[in-house]
């Protein structure tokens, strides 16, 4: 157990580097505060392989975390992060289009990309939801799974209204979503 968590962990602040620095690889025209973390990873992107392989680690990452909460959540909120980790993982194979306007796409790939992200926010709010509601639940948890689940909700919602902070506001999003599963790590 103790190596699958220092694997979880790592996993996730490799994950948490991939957040922060690719866009330092991406091409003049990429703006880390506009612009999404799957646009990194982004259809004929140059160094679209560490936006990929951010995405790639971040599920990876929750699966691990799920390989040591599987007896203590419910089955019914493992599951549901079961599918939340590998739809995060296949994001990272089915790349959105680029965020250059004229960059040739394929459209069926970037839409199956869009689906996976969208399913990911509905079935780890059902998660949080199962786990927020347990009787069990510590107050402190349940206020950081609460948070998460806010994040999940509206920082989506911010990055419509505030187009030009798209980025970051995802950006956050995917920080407080690794420093929660990181805690869960440790906790387990």
């Excluded at 990194?40 to 990876?60: D, K």
């Excluded at 995060?88 to 790349?95: G, I, Q, V």
């Excluded at 920082?155 to 419509?160: E, I, K, R, V």
Aim: aromatic share 14%; glycine share 4%; proline share 2%.
């Amino acid at each position: 157990m103790k190596q699958i968590r220092t694997f979880a962990i790592a996993t996730l602040l490799l994950a948490t580097i991939g957040v922060l620095f690719t866009p330092f690889a991406m091409d003049n025209h990429y703006s880390w505060l506009q612009n999404s973390i799957s646009e990194t990873g982004g259809q004929n992107v140059t160094h679209a392989w560490l936006g990929r392989l951010t995405l790639f680690l971040s599920g990876t990452g929750v699966l691990l975390v799920i390989a040591l909460k599987w007896r203590t959540w419910n089955r019914t909120a493992t599951i549901a992060m079961v599918l939340f980790g590998i739809m995060w993982c296949l994001t990272a194979f089915f790349s959105t289009k680029s965020w250059l306007q004229d960059a040739p796409f394929d459209e069926a790939e970037s839409m199956t990309h869009s689906v996976l992200a969208s399913a990911m926010a509905i079935v780890v709010l059902g998660a949080l939801s199962l786990a927020i509601r347990r009787s069990n639940t510590a107050r402190r948890d349940r206020a950081l799974a609460l948070l998460l689940a806010f994040a999940a909700t509206f920082l989506p919602l911010a990055s419509l209204l505030v187009p030009d902070l798209a980025g970051l506001f995802q950006r956050f999003m995917f920080l407080y979503t690794y420093f929660w599963f990181i805690r869960e790590a440790r906790m387990a």
